[in-house]
C-alpha cells in the first residue's frame, strides 16, 4: 500500500517537473528574438559551452574510434570482411554513438559549468539583483546560454564523429593493414547524406535537452552550497537519461 | 494620513514615497506580518529595525514588488505594488536602486561593466557618456581607481561600495540598503555611512535602510521603525527610542539578552526533557 502510494507520489512529482521544465522552456523561447537581438552574449556562451569543450570531446573522440577500430576490426575479420570496417564504423557513429557519447559528455562538462553558475548567480543574489534592476534574468542570463548549449552542441557530434573516424582509420588502416583504398571508398560509397543528417537532428535535439535541463536546474537550485550541489548532481543523471530516452525515440522515427 | 480623502491625494503622495496599510504576510505557515503599517517619508533615511527574523528583509521583498502581501497594500509612489503588470514594476524598479547585503555583484564582469551594467541594459547612450557616467559614480563611491578590478578581488567593503555607484548609476528616487553594515570593519562602516547620508542630503534621494546595528543607525537616521512579532512596535527619532517606555524596544536598542525578546527558544520544560531519557 504504502509502496503503491510512493510510485504514484514519485511519478506524480515527475510529471509536475516536466510541466514546470516545460513552462521554463515557454519563457525562454519567448525570450529568444531579444536575445538574438544582441549576438555578442550568444557567442560568448557558445564558446563557454562549445570551445571549451573541445579538447574533452576530440579527446574522446580519438579514443572512441580507436577502440572501434580495435573491435570492429575483430569482428569483421571473422567474417572475412574487414573491408567494411570504414562504412560500419561510419555509420555507427554518425548515427549513434557520435551524437549519444558527445551529449553525455557535453552534460558532464558544458552542462554541469552551467547549472552550477547559474547556481551560485541565485545563491550570491546576482539574479535577484538583475531583477531589481529590471532586467529580466531569464532574457539577460539563460535565453543566451540556452541558445548557445542548443548551437554548439551539434558542432560538437560533429567534430567528434571526424576525430573518431580519424581514430577508428588510425587503429583499422595504419596498424592493422586494412586497405586504405577500400576504406575510404566503401565509407564515401555507403554513407548516404540522410545518415548525417540523422546525428545532426540527434546532435540538436540532445543539445537542447541537455542544456534545457542545466539551465532549469541551475536557475531553480535552492540558495545554499548543498542546494547548487545537487542541481549539479541532478544535471548529469537526467541529462544522461534523458539522452538515452530520447536517442531510442528518435531512432524509432528516423529510421 | 492613511485615511486622508481623495482630494488631498496628491499631497499624501508627494510627501510619503512608500506606504504600507495593514499588511499581513505568511509563509509556509509562519506568520511573517499581521497588520504592518508603516509609511516613507520622501527625501529623509528612514530605518527598519528589529531582531532577526522579524521580516525585515521580506518588508524589502514586499516594497520592490518580489511577493504580494496576502492582505493589506503595498503603495509605491501611489501605486499598489502587487497590481502592476510586469512592465510597470520594471518601470518602477528603474526609478529604485537597492544595495545588497553581499553587494550582488555580477561576477563575470569587471567592476566598471558592473557599474555599466544598468546603463547598457536600460538606455541606448554612446560608449563616452556610459564611460562618464561609470567613472563619475566610481569616483563618488573612491573607488575610480579600482574599475578594471574583478568582483571576486574587492573587500566586503569595497564590493558594497561599488553594489553602491551601481545602485546609483540610473540616478534611482528611492535608495534600499538591505543590512548595508553587516560584517563590514568600523573603517569600511564609517565610509558607507558618510556616502549614504552624502547620496540623501546632497541628492535628495529617499533612503530606506534595515539594518539592526543599532548604533550606527542612530547616527544615520532620520526616523526608524522598530518591528516585532509581525507589527511595528515603535517608531521614531531613534535617540528618543531609547528613551522608550517600551520594554521590548530598550531591550532591543541598548542590546539587552533576555527580556520580551527571549533568549531562550521554545522549549518544553528542562527538567522533563533531561530526565525523559533515564526513564
Known sequence: ?255 | MASAPSSTRTETLSQHVVEVRDVAYSIGGRTIFSGLTLNIERGRVTAIMGPSGTGKTTLLKLITGQIRPDRGQVLVEGRDVARLSRRELYALRQRMGMLFQNGALLTDLDVFENVAFPLREHTKLPEPLISHIVLTKLQSVGLRGAWALMPAELSGGMARRVALARAMAMDPDMLIYDEPFAGLDPISMGVILRLLRQMNDALGITSILVSHDVEEITTVADTSYILADGKVVAHGNPQDLKKSDSELVRQFMNGIADGPVAFHYPAPDLREQLLADVD
Not at chain 1, 63 to 75: P, S
Not at chain 1, 231 to 240: D, E, K, Q
Open chain 1, 1 to 255: 500500500m504504502s509502496l503503491a502510494r510512493e510510485l504514484l507520489n514519485s511519478t506524480t512529482q515527475v510529471i509536475a517537473k516536466m510541466g514546470a521544465v516545460m513552462l521554463f522552456l515557454g519563457r525562454i523561447l519567448g525570450q529568444v528574438p531579444a536575445s538574438l537581438a544582441r549576438p555578442g552574449l550568444i557567442v560568448a556562451q557558445i564558446h563557454n559551452a562549445g570551445a571549451l569543450s573541445l579538447v574533452i570531446i576530440m579527446t574522446c573522440g580519438l579514443f572512441v574510434g580507436m577502440v572501434l577500430g580495435l573491435q570492429g576490426y575483430d569482428l569483421l575479420q571473422r567474417f572475412g570482411s574487414e573491408s567494411a570496417l570504414g562504412t560500419g564504423t561510419a555509420l555507427a557513429l554518425l548515427r549513434e554513438l557520435g551524437p549519444v557519447v558527445t551529449a553525455l559528455l557535453f552534460a558532464g562538462r558544458a552542462g554541469t559549468a552551467l547549472a552550477s553558475e547559474i547556481g551560485l548567480m541565485r545563491a550570491t543574489d546576482q539574479l535577484v539583483a538583475m531583477e531589481m534592476m529590471a532586467v529580466d534574468s531569464v532574457r539577460r542570463v539563460v535565453a543566451p546560454r540556452f541558445l548557445g548549449g542548443l548551437i554548439a552542441m551539434p558542432l560538437l557530434t560533429m567534430i567528434f564523429v571526424a576525430i573518431a573516424i580519424f581514430g577508428v582509420q588510425l587503429v583499422g588502416v595504419q596498424q592493422l593493414g586494412v586497405d586504405r583504398g577500400t576504406f575510404w571508398s566503401q565509407m564515401q560509397g555507403s554513407v548516404k547524406m540522410s545518415d548525417v543528417t540523422e546525428g545532426w537532428i540527434k546532435g540538436c535535439v540532445f543539445g537542447a535537452a541537455c542544456t534545457l535541463v542545466a539551465v532549469y536546474e541551475g536557475y531553480t537550485a535552492a540558495p545554499t552550497a548543498e542546494g547548487v550541489g545537487q542541481a549539479t548532481t541532478r544535471t548529469v543523471v537526467i541529462s544522461a537519461v534523458l539522452t538515452l530516452a530520447l536517442d531510442y525515440i528518435l531512432t524509432a522515427l528516423l529510421l
